[in-house]
């Protein structure tokens, strides 16, 4: 019941948040239009809009290189993969917003040697799943048994894994979320709660 | 006439009880906050789920050194709870070459009672004796039977849910039902009853509502959601802060008033009558300066600012500060220890799992230098266990669905031995006025000088090599033995000491009542009051003595002796 009504909660406070939001905005847009015409006020609107967006960091072919490679960490199964659960979009704006220049030099180094390592006479956005997969995995195996010391490459999965985990997909189908638990169980067989709880 | 009955300088969890305590007795009582006010529903983030933070909820690293370079350290300090902690680039101190200090702070209504992690055990006897028994420091002037009915009090207010149990060192209290033991706490239990039958293993007592009884209820609290989100400020009001419950049940009596953004410049202090007449407040927004008068005035502004206060407060008549006779103002400052972590893989157990997030850990009390004085070392450690199934991970071998199947089953049983020992009381931790350093209100900044020694080291040394013997003796496998390293002073967030009680007004500030030996309407009851420090965590105990003092102090006004 307390779960019902929180839930209720929230989306009143999301829907009541949105309301607001729109409602500021057509009222700015109803100010601007006194006197200069709502014309230009509302292209100065777009622009604004374009310009408020953060200049991207990673170029598309990086961004390409990347979700080729989240995605094969983790791919779709019966649950959303990498790509599907926005773990890219995460990592492109902790380098564009969010890092400073060491991070995305990290980063950006790190992300062409690592593709480098991983294609041949094929690049790697051009393998097959089932290719990708042994050539990823080949790597990896190499990464943690120690043949290969990559520590940019142990970074870049745990940063795949934890945006994954922290995103909508990954913590309520991957694994278990309970937002409100409401109630402590310190000793419950396994059967009944079979999955990793999110946070 | 003065404006007030009592001021109360600072909102956290001592002066919040200050508050309530001297409001219920009729008393007009002042309290000023220097941080802003918090409003629940914008400043608490419990109720956002993982993937609404930005950027993984980290703080950019820019930010964090610009704005938190110490504070970005804190276990809880998140790019959407960073508002709860001073921005250091506004707060400096100076720290005494080869020293650091970790003053780890949040400016606020409430102030860390909102962040605190709400472990709440009683000292003993075997704490307020300490100091007369192996000769460090001075003696506590007060004894558990003291300090007991109040620390009843406090824990039925506050609603502290803890096993029943009969372990002297840390007296069971007035306790509301227990979180359960996990498998894996379960499983040690009994292994530690058969291999240290003297040791004893619990789930630590925490202020958290397992059950919201009507007077918690009639405040607006309800019960722990078992969420552990508790850092980000609690919507149900199921963890005891000053916001949650002392401020309402204070300002339910209708006596109180609250001024927040108001940062205590010093205490006026009156040369005829030798007493405080009230206290020089500087505007935080506007930086105007006003004088507040009253009857009695108490200090709880936390260790460190509460000494810089009295620092500050000197006078023609007392040069070297307020209260400060003793010359023990800002000495003594203490801490907790921390840094020898031992961790290991439990066997098997792999059919246990667990239900919600439970906000509390187990805890093997201290057991070392009790009814005798056997050990290499002075006092004592303790440890929090951390028991549970390895979660999720991306530092894990393997890619692709059997990584995803890895995380997606809870991992095997791993535990965490984490000793926190007793930090002695030395005279030359202290804090002092640093000279020409000032904040952006002009007030003059601290000077710590503050380092952990051998005693501290030995504690730690001990605590690993236990650590390591329990574990072998239980099963414990694959462990992973941190090297010793004393935690950075302050970096447990338990400082204490800067005016100490005592019986003497010659070696300590404070008498039995917490009242000033120098200025008797003054009387100090957070963490500044500690003559030692025990292992205990040590926010109940502030708790029981404000209230103990407060109450004492309101006696005095109705007996027209304040």
């Known amino acids: 019941m307390t779960r019902l009504n929180l839930t209720q909660a929230r989306m009143n406070r999301r829907s009541a948040l949105t309301g607001l939001l729109a409602i500021s905005a057509s009222g700015a847009l109803a100010a601007c239009g006194n006197g200069a015409g709502a014309g230009q006020t509302a292209a100065e609107s777009i622009d604004l809009l374009r310009y408020a967006k953060p200049t991207k960091f990673f170029s598309d072919a990086e961004i390409k290189a990347l979700s080729a490679i989240a995605d094969t960490i983790i791919p779709t199964t019966d649950t959303p993969g990498a790509v599907a659960a926005g773990v890219p979009d995460v990592i492109q704006g902790l380098a564009s917003e969010w890092g400073d220049d060491n991070f995305r030099q990290y980063w950006r180094e790190g992300l062409r040697r690592v593709y480098k390592s991983l294609s041949g006479e094929t690049k790697f956005v051009a393998m097959s799943a089932q290719e990708r997969e042994a050539v990823l995995g080949a790597y990896d195996a190499k990464v943690y048994g120690g043949e290969t010391e990559d520590g940019f490459y142990r970074d870049m999965k745990k940063t795949v894994a934890t945006a994954y985990y922290m995103s909508e997909p990954g913590a309520t189908e991957e694994l278990a979320y309970e937002p409100v638990p409401g109630e402590w169980i310190g000793q419950a067989p396994i059967s009944k709660y079979p999955k990793t709880w999110a946070t | ?562």
């Open chain 2, 1 to 562: 006439m003065p404006d007030f009955d009592a001021i109360v300088i600072g909102s956290g969890i001592s002066g919040g009880w200050a508050a309530k305590e001297l409001c219920e007795r009729g008393l007009k009582t002042l309290v000023l906050e220097r941080g802003p006010d918090i409003d629940p529903t914008t400043d608490y983030t419990d109720m956002m789920d993982p993937w609404e933070y930005k950027n993984l909820d980290r703080i950019s690293p820019a930010e964090a050194d610009a704005d938190y370079p110490i504070q970005k350290d804190v276990y809880v300090f998140f790019e959407s709870t960073k508002h709860l902690w001073v921005k250091d680039s506004q707060h400096p101190y100076a720290v005494a070459p080869d020293t650091t200090y970790q003053w780890l702070r949040g400016y606020q209504v409430g102030g860390r009672s909102l962040l605190w992690a709400r472990m709440s055990f009683r000292l003993s006897d075997y704490d307020f004796n300490a100091n007369r028994r192996d000769g460090v420091g001075v003696d506590w002037p007060i004894r558990y039977a003291d300090l007991e009915p109040w620390y009843d009090t406090v824990e039925e207010f506050v609603g502290v849910s803890g096993e029943d149990h009969d372990i002297p060192q840390i007296p069971a209290g007035r306790y509301l039902p227990p979180f359960e033991m996990n498998g894996g706490e379960a499983w040690f239990k009994q292994k530690l009853k058969t291999s240290h039958p003297e040791r004893d293993f619990i789930i630590a007592p925490v202020a958290n509502l397992r059950r919201a009884d009507p007077q918690h209820v009639e405040l607006g609290r309800g019960a722990c959601q078992v969420r552990n989100k508790c850092f980000r400020g609690c919507s149900f009001g199921a963890y005891f802060s000053s916001n949650s419950a002392t401020l309402p049940a204070a300002r339910n009596t209708g006596n109180l008033t609250l001024k927040a953004d108001s940062i205590v410049h010093s205490i006026v202090y009156d040369p005829d009558t030798k007493r405080a007449s009230g206290v020089r407040v500087i505007d935080r927004l506007t930086k105007a300066a006003t004088v507040y008068t009253a009857k009695v005035v108490f200090l709880n502004a936390s260790a460190i600012n509460s000494a810089m206060i009295l620092l500050n407060s000197a006078t023609e008549d007392m040069p070297s500060g307020l209260a400060n006779s003793s010359d023990q103002v800002g000495r003594n400052l203490m801490d907790h220890v921390a840094g020898a972590q031992v961790t290991g893989r439990i066997p098997g157990l792999h059919d246990s799992h667990h239900f919600g997030n439970r906000p509390t850990v187990g805890y093997i009390p201290r057991y070392q230098n009790l009814d005798a004085l056997d050990r290499p070392y002075k006092r004592g450690f303790a440890y929090q266990v951390y028991a549970n199934r390895a979660a999720w991970t991306g530092d894990r071998p393997g890619i692709g669905s059997a990584f995803k199947d890895e995380n997606r089953m809870p991992g095997d049983w791993w535990v965490t031995f984490d000793p926190y020992a007793e930090v002695l009381p030395y005279a030359d931790n202290r804090v002092t006025v640093a000279g020409s350093l000032t904040d952006a209100w002009g007030l003059p900044a601290p000077r710590i000088s503050a380092t952990h020694r051998a005693n501290e080291r030995a504690l730690l040394e001990a605590a690993s090599a236990d650590a390591v013997a329990m574990m072998k003796a239980a099963g414990i496998q694959d462990l992973q033995i941190n090297p010793v390293e004393p935690s950075t002073p302050g970096n447990r967030i338990h400082e204490m000491g800067t005016a100490r009680m005592g019986r003497d007004p010659k070696t300590s500030v404070l008498n039995k009542w917490n009242q000033c030996h120098d200025v008797d309407n003054l009387f100090i009851t957070d963490g500044s009051a500690m003559t030692s420090s025990a292992v205990q965590n040590p926010s109940i105990t502030y708790m029981a003595m404000s209230a103990r003092a407060a109450h004492h102090a309101a006696d005095l006004i109705e007996q027209g002796v304040l």
